[in-house]
């Protein structure tokens, strides 16, 4: 099983990036999937989640600012995050699960992540 997650990279304040999280091993379908980050110092904590049914959750700091989506065809899911503040730096991680209450734990599968620096 193998979480790919690409996309990140350095950005302007107010610009835009999309993260990507390919998955293999894995029948996607039946997954829960979800983005976390980590930045320095701090805990992981949760960003966003979609759902097998693809019902959409989102914490409140990236409300109104991210797009969690996935595309079964191609097994990956999605993060299109537009308006990014500097508090939004950190690395990055996807994970999937396939019961909801092992999102986000040990339980699950997850990326190697990717590092997103907003910055002038």
């Known amino acids: 099983v193998q979480l790919q997650a690409s996309g990140g990279g350095l950005v302007q304040p107010g610009g835009s990036l999309r993260l990507s999280c390919v998955a293999s091993?894995?029948?996607?379908?039946?997954?829960?999937l979800a983005w976390y980050r980590q930045a320095p110092g701090e805990q992981r904590e949760w960003v966003a989640s979609i759902a097998r049914g693809s019902i959409t959750n989102y914490a409140t700091s990236v409300k109104g600012r991210f797009t969690i989506s996935r595309d079964n065809a191609k097994s990956t899911m999605y993060l299109q995050m537009n308006a990014l503040k500097p508090e939004d730096t950190a690395v990055y991680y996807c994970?999937?699960?396939?019961?909801?209450?092992?999102?986000?734990?040990?339980?699950?599968?997850w990326g190697q992540g990717t590092q997103v620096t907003v910055s002038s």
């Open positions: 091993g894995i029948r996607f379908t039946t997954y829960h």
């Open positions: 994970t999937a699960a396939t019961i909801t209450s092992s999102l986000g734990s040990a339980s699950g599968y």
